[in-house]
């Protein structure tokens, strides 16, 4: 009988190895580790009191599915291949393709990752297509600059974690954007699009197969502009009658989104939910945790479920819920900082989570890389949230220091 289970990663997350790693186990699945950073991976399992281990992990360029695909054959028969890696679906679909074992459609995934095709695909289905051109080098700059409806917003064509997104106001602000980023990384691609007003407010849904489950999303506060900092989120269970989650849930499914869990995000304007974004996996900066707790420790025991083709079981979470960040707003070191907490909110939990120490070192990126920790709270009960949330986050902010 197959008990083995292919994980695909890159660097070492949180959400792999406290979330995905202990649901597979405890499902009673080996979890194969294949990754291009293995070295790094044995050293982050070298500690002690971890939730889970894999049972083994092997070198492999996880970026080349050839590469992948080669070292199948030297592997136990898996009864399912998974990542949670943005830049790794296309390669974990076609594996699972090449095995016959169930898996996401590789050039849906391919179109979520690459924001340039994502909207060359929208603008084929006439569906929220928006004003779009791909840029790498000044010489392909200067042929659209003069077309750019400003404001519009730049942003690496296949970037994660709204590093290096910026709102760009006339032609001399992209020229001098585009040179600082061409300077450090030459050739790269650049998404020009243009600019959507309104507030942003997510989808996250999981697949199973033939299903597609709208679990709900989240009303996402940002920091002011030009930078793209998600400070705030609040969880809005899905309902048939939500005002634009219907939409929204059309939107993605049109797309092609299906098997396993995936995160888009909107844009709320006047005309309706516009679609700027695909993250063809969980929920990140935490908010996949909260969301596990929610229900009972089921998401990724649902969306692993999912992906070695069982039956999907997992009911929306209907509790109010509130994410806040806790950002640097200047480089340096952490001199002091808050502790890690964890105290019953009602029926429910609230809880801090650290992402910095004193001694480390902060330089501003403007993108989520800022977060000093993260303040995770959800119960039955709105007004005890809203409570807590304003007595904590008054309290930690206190607590840190950078100098």
Same mark, same amino acid.
């Given at each position: 009988m197959r008990d083995t289970v292919l994980f695909l990663a890159h660097v070492p997350t949180e959400a792999l190895n406290r979330g995905f790693l202990p649901a597979a186990q405890s499902m009673g699945l080996k979890v194969i580790l294949l990754t291009d950073q293995a070295a790094t991976h044995h050293h982050y399992f070298s500690q002690p009191d971890l939730p889970a281990y894999p049972e083994q992990i092997l070198q492999c360029d996880v970026f080349n599915p050839l590469s992948v695909l080669d070292l199948l054959s030297e592997l136990p028969a898996p009864v399912g291949v998974f990542s949670n890696s943005d830049h790794l679906q296309t390669v974990t679909a076609l594996a699972a393709a090449?095995?016959?074992?169930?898996?996401? /459609?590789?050039?849906?995934?391919?179109?979520?990752?690459?924001?340039?095709?994502?909207?060359?695909?929208?603008?084929?289905? /006439? /569906?929220?297509?928006?004003?779009?051109?791909? +840029?790498?080098?000044? !010489?392909?700059? #200067?042929?659209?600059? /003069?077309?750019?409806?400003?404001?519009?917003?730049?942003?690496?064509?296949?970037?994660?974690?709204?590093?290096?997104?910026?709102?760009?106001?006339?032609?001399?602000?992209?020229?001098?954007?585009?040179?600082?980023?061409?300077?450090?990384?030459?050739?790269?691609?650049?998404?020009?699009?243009?600019?959507?007003?309104?507030?942003?407010?997510?989808?996250? !849904? %999981? #697949?199973?197969?033939?299903?597609? %489950?709208?679990? #709900?999303?989240?009303?996402?506060?940002?920091?002011?502009?030009?930078?793209?900092?998600?400070?705030?989120?609040?969880?809005?269970?899905?309902?048939?009658?939500?005002?634009?989650?219907?939409?929204?849930?059309?939107? +993605?499914?049109?797309?092609?989104?299906?098997? #396993?869990?995936?995160?888009?995000?909107?844009?709320? !304007?006047?005309n309706g939910p516009r679609l700027i974004e695909i993250n063809y996996r969980t929920v990140g900066d935490g908010r996949e945790f909260l969301l596990d707790r929610m229900t009972d420790h089921g998401l990724f025991h649902a969306i692993l479920q999912a992906h070695v083709g069982n039956p999907l079981e997992l009911s929306p979470p209907t509790q109010a819920a509130q994410i806040r960040y806790l950002s640097a707003s200047t480089s340096g070191r952490v001199r002091r900082s808050a502790p890690e907490r964890r105290e019953p909110c009602g029926d429910g939990i609230a809880e801090f989570e650290p992402l910095r120490e004193v001694g480390d070192d902060v330089r501003l990126t403007h993108s989520n890389k800022d977060y000093l920790g993260v303040l995770r709270l959800f119960s039955s009960d709105p007004s005890r949230v809203k409570d807590t949330l304003a007595e904590w986050a008054t309290d930690l902010e206190a607590e840190w220091e950078i100098g």
């Open positions: 090449y095995l016959n074992l169930p898996g996401k /459609d590789w050039q849906t995934c391919y179109r979520a990752k690459n924001k340039a095709a994502m909207r060359q695909y929208l603008k084929a289905l /006439d /569906d929220g297509a928006c004003w779009f051109r791909a +840029v790498n080098d000044q !010489t392909s700059l #200067g042929k659209v600059i /003069d077309d750019v409806p400003f404001p519009c917003i730049a942003k690496p064509r296949e970037g994660v974690a709204s590093l290096n997104v910026r709102r760009l106001d006339n032609a001399a602000q992209l020229q001098s954007f585009c040179d600082q980023f061409w300077q450090e990384q030459p050739g790269q691609p650049l998404l020009l699009e243009e600019f959507l007003s309104g507030p942003v407010h997510t989808l996250e !849904t %999981i #697949g199973g197969g033939k299903s597609l %489950i709208a679990l #709900g999303g989240f009303e996402v506060r940002l920091s002011e502009p030009p930078h793209f900092i998600e400070l705030a989120a609040a969880w809005v269970p899905y309902q048939p009658d939500s005002p634009h989650l219907q939409e929204m849930f059309r939107q +993605v499914r049109r797309f092609g989104v299906g098997l #396993g869990s995936c995160h888009s995000e909107f844009v709320i !304007t006047d």
